[in-house]
């Protein structure tokens, strides 16, 4: 592999069930965490809502996912182009950057616990590591995904195909989590009663 810009790709009958495979978990997953967002607006309105001041680490997490996502849009770029060394270096990136997120994420819990910020007793604590659980979930599958495309290269045989699914998937995680992030930090209970009408 090493050196080499020629390598032959594979798979190409998997090609399309793949990607309507993904497309179709996509939309279960955007259901999914729409109706939780649409729990978490709703039970905002009970008196024993307490807004949680959000760690600066999700910061640093958010800018790790966005090079993530750019990593593996480059790598499929790449890709597409045949260029299998910066391809694979790019795909390595990306993950490296999956995996940082996560380790970054549990650091914020751990700065919430520290400052008893816990699961239980505020609906809002509540909701915030019930959310940001359930992203860290996609992205370790998403990573899963990713170890199949890389072992590609290993076997020298990678396909352009998996990469350009790991970067669609990885715009979703981005997406998903831009919108949570918008909402833990910066939805309050007033700001949904003045979108609502009903203040």
């Known amino acids: 592999m090493e050196g080499s810009d020629h390598v032959p790709t594979s798979g190409v009958t998997e090609r399309e069930p793949a990607g309507v495979a993904l497309w179709f978990f996509i939309a279960v997953a955007t259901s999914l965490f729409s109706l939780f967002i649409a729990a978490y607006v709703m039970r905002m309105d009970g008196a024993d809502w307490s807004v949680i001041a959000m760690p600066w680490q999700l910061w640093l997490s958010t800018a790790l996912l966005i090079a993530g996502s750019i990593c593996l849009q480059l ?118 009663r003045i979108i609502c009408g009903t203040r």
């Open 75 to 192: 790598a499929s770029a790449f890709g597409h182009r045949k260029r299998w060394n910066g391809a694979h270096v790019l795909l390595l990136a990306g993950g490296a950057c999956a995996f940082s997120f996560l380790a970054v994420q549990l650091w914020a819990w751990q700065v919430l616990l520290d400052n008893r910020v816990v699961p239980v007793g505020n609906p809002a604590s509540s909701f915030f590591y019930l959310l940001t659980a359930m992203h860290g979930l996609h992205v370790a599958g998403g990573l899963v995904g990713w170890g199949i495309t890389v072992s590609g290269f290993h076997r020298a045989v990678p396909t352009e195909w998996r990469m350009a699914l790991c970067a669609r998937y990885w715009h979703f995680l981005l997406a998903v989590w831009l919108v949570l992030f918008a909402a833990l930090g910066w939805l309050t209970p007033e700001v949904v």
